[in-house]
């Protein structure tokens, strides 16, 4: 079978051995990708049409309990100044997204113990009652159930939760042995269990990722059926572990996202601010091959540089309305538009 014959069968079958995703992931010369693009740029415009989905990201909180050796906000990073938004600034986030359109608003954060279960369902409930016809995503790590059903009750609508890798060996390598992959597991079934849309993903060429780990990760998602999946490339950060590590392939990620575009039609696939990092135009090579999502950040700008996960975060310094009207360019410069609408998965 050829390359172009598996790009067929991948879009008619949504399926593929583990050789021949190994073979997609890694085996394509230029012109195959971009035929792979072609095809994953149709069934997204068959599904979602034209329109984008913006998320207004209100990263509300840099103060984490997890010490992941990739994240520069990660617990040992001493050269970071921490920051924590009030309830009251996170609501007036929400509330200037609102103004310029946003209809989803992402509440992510290192692990805070600070917004316990019942402030965090307050500034849910407050953000809820003031924009009824908003959804608000959560992406705060891994909590208990009782606080998630709590969230969810509240009127939290979807979470984001990176499984980051599907293999044992490759997470150990990552994370310290406090973590575990069979808890971070758990915690996606039981949200989706709980009604939650949710949201897994994984870097890109994090350290030690080989293809094999992607092909499980491919696997893992098959067995979730997430509405949504969160990739990007890896990229260092002088105060981790990882400081002297390459980062991932930005073509490689573009292949992953027109991938999961053909595997999981009706997915909802941002085009992340890593992808625009590693590459002045990535975002728009991300809609180009089947993202249909896009996250401008909504936090104070005082605070953007501190939620620095990797080196060279781009907008960091720009006003939230400078984001959006930015983007909104970018978008229309690939031929589509962004939507004022929640945005919600076709996945059921
Ligand atoms: N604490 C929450 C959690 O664990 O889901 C949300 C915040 S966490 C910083 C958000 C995501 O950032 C992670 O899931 C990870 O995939 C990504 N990330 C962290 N460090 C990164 C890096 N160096 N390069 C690219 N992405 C990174």
Known sequence: MTNMDLIEKLEREKNLTDGEFVRIIEGLSERESQALFARARAVREREYGKDV???GLIEFSNICRNDCYYCGIRKSNANLERYRLTPEEIVSCAREGYS???RTFVLQSG?????????LADIIRQIKKEFPDCAITLSVGERTREEYE???????????????TADESHYRYLHPETMSLAHRKECLYTLREIGYQVGAGFMVGSPG????????DIRFLQDLKPHMIGIGPFLTHP???FADRENGSFSRTLILLATLRLLFPGVLLPATTALGTIAPDGREQGLLAGANVVMPNLSPTGVRKKYELYANKICTGEESAQCKNCLN??????????????GDSRIR
């Open 209 to 216: 990722q080989t293809v094999d780990n992607l092909v499980s």
């Open 329 to 342: 360019l970018r978008v229309g410069s690939v031929g589509y538009k962004l939507a004022v609408s929640r």
């Open 100 to 102: 310029l359109g946003f």
């Open 111 to 119: 692990e805070d113990a600070w917004f316990t279960e019942s402030r």
């Open 150 to 164: 709590a969230w969810f009750e509240a009127g939290a609508d979807r979470y984001l939760l990176r499984h980051e």
């Open 239 to 241: 105060d981790t572990p």
């Open 53 to 55: 989905y913006i998320r």
